[in-house]
């Protein structure tokens, strides 16, 4: 479906600004379109930024702002669709959920239960938490559960550093075509799961550490 410039009104392909005028183009693309970049799930952040910048300045409101209002409309369309995409794969957790989406598939749907090989980490976390919460322990038992609940913080570190290690491998499995695609999308349900419950799990044991005065 093609679309028409507010500026020129000439039709032409989809794309974040007109190939004619350059005015901006107030449709929806696909977020590796907006960016002008293939469709692979390995990217160079620096270079991200850097067209995120550059088509920024392309598409910015203020140098349309003498522009009749379909032109300026456009230009706030764009600029939004721009900045969304450029945040959804900046991010590499938030790609692989993307990605997800473009494939038909959603997180949620397999991320009911918790990953079986975290299960028991989790309890024994929360647990430390909801002791220290709950005020139920006092001398050398408090401080040995602080020192518990300091230590899962650097166990999730880690396993939040293995886990995105996997996520890149994912990845690279993708863009390389390795194995079928319902196997590599089981895969990145599997590890995008882990992150997500990690990424809780953290939350939630920092905000313990910061009301206990704790780092």
């Keep these: 479906m093609q679309a028409r410039c507010p500026s020129c ?22 977020y590796f379109d907006v960016l002008g970049i293939p469709r692979q799930l390995t990217l160079d952040p620096a270079q991200l ?19 009749p209002a379909p032109v300026r409309n456009a230009s706030l369309a764009a600029t939004a669709l721009l ?3 450029f945040r959804t794969l900046r991010d590499p957790f938030s790609r692989g959920l993307y990605w997800l989406e473009l494939h038909g598939e959603k997180l949620a ?79 990145l349900k599997s590890v995008l799961s ?5 990424r809780t799990l953290e939350r939630d044991v920092g905000r313990v550490l910061e009301q206990h005065d704790l780092r």
Excluded: M
Excluded at 9 to 26: K, T
Excluded at 119 to 148: M, P, W
Excluded at 194 to 198: C, H
């Design 9 to 30: 009104a000439r039709l032409q392909q989809p794309r974040l600004f007109c190939s004619d005028c350059g005015a901006p183009l107030a449709v929806e693309l696909d």
């Design 194 to 198: 882990r992150i997500a419950y990690l």
């Design 49 to 67: 930024e850097a067209l995120y910048h550059d088509l920024g300045r392309r598409v910015h409101p203020d140098r349309f702002a003498n522009q």
């Design 109 to 187: 749907r397999d991320n009911k239960e918790v990953p079986p090989e975290l299960a028991e980490f989790i309890f024994e976390v929360q647990e430390s938490l909801a002791e220290l919460q709950a005020g139920q322990v006092d001398g050398n038992d408090s401080d040995h559960v602080k020192k518990r609940v300091l230590s899962a913080k650097s166990d999730i570190q880690s396993l939040l550093k293995n886990a995105f290690a996997q996520l890149d491998q994912n990845y690279a499995d993708w863009d390389n075509r390795v194995n079928h695609q319902a196997d590599l999308i089981v895969k």
């Design 83 to 85: 900045t969304r995409a």
